[in-house]
């Protein structure tokens, strides 16, 4: 079956979001929120397997937009495969030793167990994952490893994380107001495609590109292209399910080709209620909880030194005054960290300075009317960090990088 000739929507009209600077935002935000997701993952990010070309009735790309907005998928269960390629270098373990820093769980109290750290294992590589829902309050997901199991599972305001590895448990909690789950990044397929939908103007291509089968359901297949030249972003596409609505499965492929940046899809599916139990939780015998508080506090009292209030208040203004350049998917955002100097630098031979020339050999030097910085780059985003303390990252090349930055001077 050809695919269907559809529409290409080329105005922001059909979307019913104004054309604001907080909504060219989400266009910067969505593809990068793509490594945030992949580490935060609570749910249901789907892989597509094209195994037919079922016969469905035809219809328009602004009809499926309307189906995917009506989608009230509440109660799954299934398996997940999720495959993540952002072409980050190879640092033979130490990603991982700077992440749990980052996320201040090491070993001074902190658990494997939390899901802050341990999700960011699907940041790159390929994972199998079983997911269950039932309703906001009740969902469940577990990583299938090698030779153990972690599992995550929220049941009304409880949160636990187990990790049958090292017999570990975290627990946390969740506000009734639900403003947790709100901050969170998209996390599904349904947020990936409702977020992505957001950034439609006269700038994206959007059609529908037939049709799919994806863990045994009909699916329509909605193709989402940035019309400019200079984004890093080849194409999104979302496989939706023709009966409920629902995505699928989002894919997003770079523009320098090969293989996609993220694949993830469901394998197996079914909208039936899951068992209660499902989602009951007690810590095993043995198991070692660490409650979600503990690590804070641990770090507060830690003794250890941390980043002084100067510098933390300075970032913090700069994260507050950011602001996009360009427009569509070629949209900057910038901000200013409120130091100079660059990346991080110390005296001769002090830790300052190999960490400095250790994060100037993963990044190239590049020169402008801007002045000199270093572009870090993978497959997906690239960063700019200047010596006056100004970081520009978009979904863009590193040439548009620059052309951004001597533009916002």
């Known amino acids: 079956m050809a695919p ?39 749910g249901l990010v789907p892989a597509l397997a094209d195994s037919g070309d079922p016969d469905l009735p035809e219809i328009t790309a602004a009809q499926l937009i309307e189906k995917i907005a009506q989608s009230d998928v509440e109660r799954l269960s299934g398996t997940v495969k999720i495959t993540t390629d952002l072409g980050l270098p190879n640092l033979g373990g130490l990603e991982n030793s700077l992440t749990s820093g980052a996320m201040g769980r090491g070993d001074d109290g902190g658990s494997s167990a939390d899901p802050s750290a341990k999700l960011t294992e699907l940041a790159s590589g390929t994972h199998t ?18 030779a153990a199991e972690y599992s995550l599972i929220h049941n009304g305001k409880d949160v636990w994380g187990y990790d049958s590895g090292s017999n570990e448990v975290y627990h946390g909690t969740v506000g009734a107001s639900g403003e947790d789950r709100e901050q969170q990044p998209p996390a ?12 439609v103007d006269d700038t994206t291509s959007v059609t529908v590109d037939g049709t799919a089968q994806v863990a045994g359901r009909d699916a329509y297949k909605l193709v989402v292209k940035p019309r ?18 629902m995505p699928l499965k989002f894919t997003l492929t770079p523009s320098s080709g090969g293989a996609a940046v993220v694949d993830v899809g469901f394998t197996q599916v079914s909208f039936d209620k899951p068992s209660a139990s499902t989602f009951d939780f007690t810590p095993p015998k043995g198991a070692k909880v660490t409650e ?8 507060e009292h830690s003794g250890k030194p941390e980043r002084g209030p100067k510098s933390e208040e300075d970032l913090g203004k700069g994260l507050d005054g950011l602001k996009m350049l360009g427009e569509g998917w070629n949209s900057v955002a910038v901000f200013d960290t409120g130091g100079e100097g660059g990346l991080p630098t110390g005296e001769t031979g002090g830790p300052g300075g190999d960490l ?45 990088l620059v052309k951004a930055a001597d533009a916002g001077k």
């Open 4 to 42: 269907y000739e559809s529409d290409d929507m080329t105005t922001a009209g059909d979307v019913d979001e104004p054309r604001t600077g907080r909504r060219r935002a989400a266009r910067y935000i969505v593809p990068v929120t793509v490594m945030g997701v992949a580490a935060a993952t609570i």
């Open 129 to 146: 994952l079983r997911v269950a829902a039932d309703g906001p309050d009740r969902q469940k997901l577990s990583l299938l490893e090698n």
């Open 188 to 199: 599904t397929p349904k947020d990936f495609a409702e977020e992505a939908l957001k950034s």
């Open 228 to 245: 400019q030249s200079g984004s890093t972003v080849g194409a999104i596409s979302i496989a939706v399910d023709h009966k409920t609505g």
């Open 292 to 299: 979600d508080d503990a690590p804070a506090k641990g770090r």
């Open 356 to 400: 400095g020339g250790f994060l100037g050999s993963l990044g190239d030097e590049v020169k402008g009317d801007f002045g000199t910085g270093t572009v870090f780059s993978t497959r997906l985003v690239n960063a700019l960090i200047t010596e006056d303390g100004k970081v520009y990252v978009g979904t863009v090349t590193k040439d548009a």
